[in-house]
């Protein structure tokens, strides 16, 4: 038999019929008894945490080593809380030095490894005071000098690594003077222990630390300033105090300091390394002293030059101690980075930076401000050696220009048929 041929079915009995089973309604409930059930289900339900603002601030972070395109800026997420010691400042300004743009390259063997955020030196406001700090207080204005880590909207530093700001002094004059007056101040006075009618060659006179030197030479008497320079700035230098500029890029500074001074110069600073180096050696009178602090030479584009670098320590100066006693010159090492042991002795000078700021000795000279989106060309302004004194970041985004109005046109006339 096959399925098609099924037996019919018989027709059963009423009482024998199988009923589909339906689904058993459930009565509906009054409107009043469900308003009642759903009040009391929302109290019993766990209440949800409002959502909280997140924090957020802007930093600038090195994610490798190479060119401009290298310093990215990136928002991050949660404020910095302080340790024990420290206290969080909000940073209005941040100073570039030539060690960041070293640190680009991977030059400057103070920093960690990458991503990390650079720069040395800022200046904000006190917003969190972390325990066991007694001399600082949320609103105090201060000057910030640190390993790195500066370039953001927010940081957490130890307390001891910051100085009050004297009345009158803007964020950007602050943020311009931890690295580079320190530097200057160091190298003049305790290393070259400066005094009156004496000499001095400053090279790149028209940077950070060159408008420093020449401000804290000017605080002696009768101190004559060489200082070298391309031509274009020799009129902005010499109102500063250098007493002869020199162009180095069209003249052979060696030969125009012997014109001047035929028995030599009683301190130089020497940024450039390399030849320059064996030349201020050289250079110095009997009783002199040569303050090498940096290596600019191996900086000859964006990013770093091998063969530079090669030419520069092939041509390093080095010198036996024999030499030294037969010629009566001394030859001093100065890097502030590896000060971070001997902090005490750097806020001595801070100190008497801010005190000789207050007697209107000194001022910082403020070149240039980018704000953080444009990192990259305040690099290149440094690196290609257009600016006079100190270039300084903002972290405030830069605020749109507003758009000029567009004429409006004159709508077409219809031809009259």
């Known amino acids: 038999m096959s399925g098609e041929e099924a037996p019919a079915q018989q027709p059963q009995k009423p009482e024998e019929q199988k009923q589909d089973p339906k689904p058993t309604e459930e009565p509906k409930p009054e409107p009043q008894a469900a308003a009642a059930a759903a009040d009391a289900a929302a109290e019993t339900a766990p209440e949800k945490a409002p959502e909280e603002d997140v924090v957020t601030y802007r930093s600038l972070v090195l994610s490798g080593y190479g060119g401009y395109d290298k310093v990215k800026l990136q928002v991050k997420k949660g404020m910095p809380s302080p340790k024990a010691g420290e206290v969080v400042v909000r940073v209005k300004a941040c100073g570039l030095n030539f060690a960041d743009l070293l640190a680009r390259q991977g030059l400057y063997d103070r920093l960690p490894s990458p991503p990390f955020s650079p720069g040395m030196e800022c200046s904000g406001v006190v917003e969190i005071v972390g325990e066991e700090v007694t001399d600082r207080k949320v609103g105090d204005k201060v000057m910030v000098l640190n390993r790195s880590g500066m370039w953001q909207e927010v940081v957490a530093v130890p307390a001891s690594h910051t100085f009050i700001m004297p009345e009158g002094m803007t964020f950007e004059e602050a943020a311009a003077i931890p690295v580079n007056y320190v530097t200057a101040y160091m190298m003049l006075f305790d290393f070259g222990n400066l005094r009156p009618n004496q ?154 930076l801010l005190d000789l700021y207050k007697q209107g000795k000194i001022k910082p000279r403020v070149d240039s401000t980018y704000h953080f989106e444009q990192v990259g060309d305040a690099m290149r302004r440094m690196q290609e050696r257009h600016n006079i004194g100190k270039i300084i970041l903002l972290p405030e985004p830069k605020k749109e220009e507003p758009k000029k109005e567009e004429e409006k046109k004159e709508e077409p006339k219809k031809e009259e048929n």
């Not at 230098?237 to 250098?242: A, D, L």
């Not at 125009?256 to 020497?270: A, N, Q, T």
């Not at 002293?289 to 670098?309: C, S």
Request: with cysteine; net charge positive; aromatic share 8%.
């Open 199 to 352: 000499s001095v060659l400053i090279h790149m006179a028209a940077g950070g630390v060159g408008i420093a030197a020449t401000q804290l030479c000017k605080t002696v008497k009768d101190v004559t300033i060489f200082g070298t320079s391309s031509a274009s700035k020799h009129e902005t230098i010499s109102e500063v105090g250098v007493t002869h500029p020199i162009d180095y890029r069209t003249r052979d500074y060696v030969d125009e300091i012997r014109k001047i001074s035929p028995k030599g110069l009683d301190v130089i600073l020497d940024p450039l390394g390399g030849s320059d180096t064996h030349k201020g050696f050289n250079l110095l009178r009997p009783m002199g002293k040569l303050i090498t602090y940096g290596a600019a030479n191996v900086l000859t584009g964006q990013r770093k030059n091998l063969l530079a670098m090669a030419k520069t320590w092939y041509n390093q100066f080095s010198i036996n101690t024999m030499s030294l006693m037969h010629a009566n010159k001394a030859v001093c090492g100065y890097h502030l980075g590896y000060l971070d042991n001997e902090f005490e002795m750097v806020t001595e000078v801070v100190a008497k």
